[in-house]
C-alpha cells in the first residue's frame, strides 16, 4: 500500500486567471483523490487472486514496486541521484518497506475490514512518532486523538471470549497494526525530509517497497511462512505488471489532487479508502464484522477525521 508523495508545489497565478477553472480543477482534484483510494482500497483483492494462483504477496509487492521503480525512473530519471546522495531518504526506505510488506500480506490474510482498521491507527502512531523525532508537543487536541484511536483499537482486539485482556489473535492482527505504524512513520520521515523533491520520496518508497518485501520473502520461503516463487508464467507477469501500473496511476492520481486541494480536504477524502475496503471486502465475503467491529471502526476513523479537521 505505497503512497509516495508526488506532490509538486504550483506557481501562484492572478485570480482573474484562475477563476474560470477553479470549480474545474477542484472537481478533478476531488476525483483523483477518490480515485486513488479507491485504487487502494480494493488492492487486497488482486494480491489474494494471483495468492490463489502461487504467487506470494511478498512476491507479487516485490516484484510490481520494481516495476513501478522502472516507471518512476522513466518518468523522473533524476529522481536516482538525489536519493544515492540523501541518506536521510534511505530511513524512509525502509519504512515504506515495512508499510507495504506487512499491509498487502496482511489483506491476503485476514478480515479486510479488521486489518485496514488496525492499519488506519495513524493518528495514536503519528502524535506519539512526532513527539520522538520531530520534538513537537502532544496538545490537548492530539491527546484526545490518541484516546479515541487507541479505544477504537482495543474494542477491536477484545476477544470474544476467553481471555479478558485484548489481544492480537492472528498474524493479519500483527501485520495490520505493525503497517499503520510504518506508515505513520513513513509520514513523519517525509515531514522531515520536506526539502527533497518528490520523484526522490516516490522513488524511496517504491523502491523499500520492493526491497523489503523481497527480502522477507526471500528469507521466510526458506523456513515455510512464504511460499517459494513460482516458475515464470504469462498470468503472473501479466498480473505483477498489471498492478505496477495500477499503484502507478493511484499515485499520479494523488499527486493531482493534493495539488489541487487544501490538505485537510485532501486528507478527510482519503479516509474512504477505509469505505472501499469494507465496502468491497463485505460484497466479496472477505469480511464478517460485528457490531464491535462497527463501534472500533467509528473510534478508530473518528480519530482520524479529527486529525484531517483539527489543527493544533
Same mark, same amino acid.
Given at each position: 500500500m505505497a503512497k509516495p508523495h508526488l506532490l509538486e508545489s504550483a506557481g501562484a497565478a492572478p485570480a482573474a486567471l484562475v477563476a474560470p477553472v477553479a470549480v474545474s480543477g477542484r472537481s478533478w482534484g476531488v476525483l483523483a483523490l477518490v480515485f486513488n483510494a479507491f485504487a487502494f482500497g480494493v488492492s487486497w483483492w488482486p494480491f489474494r487472486q494471483l495468492a490463489a494462483l502461487g504467487l506470494h504477496p511478498l512476491w507479487l509487492t516485490g516484484l510490481s514496486y520494481a516495476m513501478a521503480v522502472v516507471l518512476l525512473l522513466v518518468l523522473r530519471p533524476a529522481a536516482l541521484g538525489e536519493l544515492l546522495r540523501t541518506p536521510a531518504l534511505w530511513s524512509l526506505m525502509l519504512a515504506a518497506g515495512v508499510t507495504n510488506a506487512c499491509f498487502n500480506w496482511a489483506v491476503s490474510l485476514g478480515d479486510v475490514v479488521r486489518v485496514v482498521l488496525l492499519f488506519y491507527l495513524m493518528?495514536?502512531?503519528? $502524535?506519539? *512518532?512526532? @513527539? /520522538?523525532? +520531530? #520534538?513537537?508537543?502532544?496538545?490537548? @487536541?492530539? #491527546? *484526545? @486523538? $490518541?484516546?479515541l484511536a487507541l479505544a477504537g483499537a482495543l474494542v477491536v482486539l477484545w476477544p470474544v471470549s476467553g481471555s479478558a485482556w485484548p489481544l492480537i489473535t492472528s498474524l493479519s492482527d500483527a501485520l495490520g497494526l505493525l503497517g499503520g505504524v510504518g506508515f505513520a512513520l513513513n509520514n513523519v520521515l517525509l515531514r522531515?525530509?520536506?526539502?527533497?523533491?518528490? #520523484?526522490? /520520496?516516490? *522513488?524511496?518508497?517504491?523502491?523499500?517497497?520492493?526491497? $523489503?518485501? !523481497?527480502? *522477507?520473502?526471500?528469507? +521466510?520461503?526458506?523456513?515455510?511462512? %512464504?511460499?517459494?516463487?513460482?516458475?515464470?508464467?504469462? %498470468?503472473?507477469? !501479466? #498480473?505483477?505488471?498489471?498492478?505496477? +501500473?495500477?499503484? +502507478?496511476a493511484a499515485n499520479l492520481a494523488l499527486q493531482h489532487g493534493a495539488a489541487k486541494l487544501p490538505a485537510n480536504t485532501g486528507s478527510v477524502i482519503m479516509i474512504t479508502e477505509v469505505f472501499f475496503a469494507s465496502a468491497s471486502s463485505l460484497a466479496l465475503g472477505a469480511s464478517n464484522p460485528g457490531l464491535r467491529e462497527a463501534l472500533g471502526a467509528l473510534m478508530i476513523l473518528g480519530a482520524a477525521l479529527l486529525a484531517a479537521l483539527q489543527r493544533d
Amino acid at each position: 500500500m505505497a503512497k509516495p508523495h508526488l506532490l509538486e508545489s504550483a506557481g501562484a497565478a492572478p485570480a482573474a486567471l484562475v477563476a474560470p477553472v477553479a470549480v474545474s480543477g477542484r472537481s478533478w482534484g476531488v476525483l483523483a483523490l477518490v480515485f486513488n483510494a479507491f485504487a487502494f482500497g480494493v488492492s487486497w483483492w488482486p494480491f489474494r487472486q494471483l495468492a490463489a494462483l502461487g504467487l506470494h504477496p511478498l512476491w507479487l509487492t516485490g516484484l510490481s514496486y520494481a516495476m513501478a521503480v522502472v516507471l518512476l525512473l522513466v518518468l523522473r530519471p533524476a529522481a536516482l541521484g538525489e536519493l544515492l546522495r540523501t541518506p536521510a531518504l534511505w530511513s524512509l526506505m525502509l519504512a515504506a518497506g515495512v508499510t507495504n510488506a506487512c499491509f498487502n500480506w496482511a489483506v491476503s490474510l485476514g478480515d479486510v475490514v479488521r486489518v485496514v482498521l488496525l492499519f488506519y491507527l495513524m493518528p495514536l502512531w503519528t $502524535v506519539l *512518532l512526532a @513527539r /520522538c523525532l +520531530l #520534538g513537537e508537543r502532544i496538545s490537548a @487536541r492530539g #491527546g *484526545l @486523538r $490518541v484516546a479515541l484511536a487507541l479505544a477504537g483499537a482495543l474494542v477491536v482486539l477484545w476477544p470474544v471470549s476467553g481471555s479478558a485482556w485484548p489481544l492480537i489473535t492472528s498474524l493479519s492482527d500483527a501485520l495490520g497494526l505493525l503497517g499503520g505504524v510504518g506508515f505513520a512513520l513513513n509520514n513523519v520521515l517525509l515531514r522531515r525530509q520536506s526539502h527533497c523533491s518528490s #520523484g526522490a /520520496c516516490a *522513488l524511496a518508497m517504491f523502491a523499500g517497497g520492493s526491497a $523489503v518485501s !523481497l527480502a *522477507l520473502a526471500a528469507t +521466510l520461503s526458506q523456513s515455510g511462512p %512464504v511460499t517459494p516463487l513460482p516458475a515464470a508464467s504469462a %498470468v503472473l507477469a !501479466l #498480473g505483477a505488471l498489471a498492478l505496477a +501500473l495500477w499503484f +502507478l496511476a493511484a499515485n499520479l492520481a494523488l499527486q493531482h489532487g493534493a495539488a489541487k486541494l487544501p490538505a485537510n480536504t485532501g486528507s478527510v477524502i482519503m479516509i474512504t479508502e477505509v469505505f472501499f475496503a469494507s465496502a468491497s471486502s463485505l460484497a466479496l465475503g472477505a469480511s464478517n464484522p460485528g457490531l464491535r467491529e462497527a463501534l472500533g471502526a467509528l473510534m478508530i476513523l473518528g480519530a482520524a477525521l479529527l486529525a484531517a479537521l483539527q489543527r493544533d
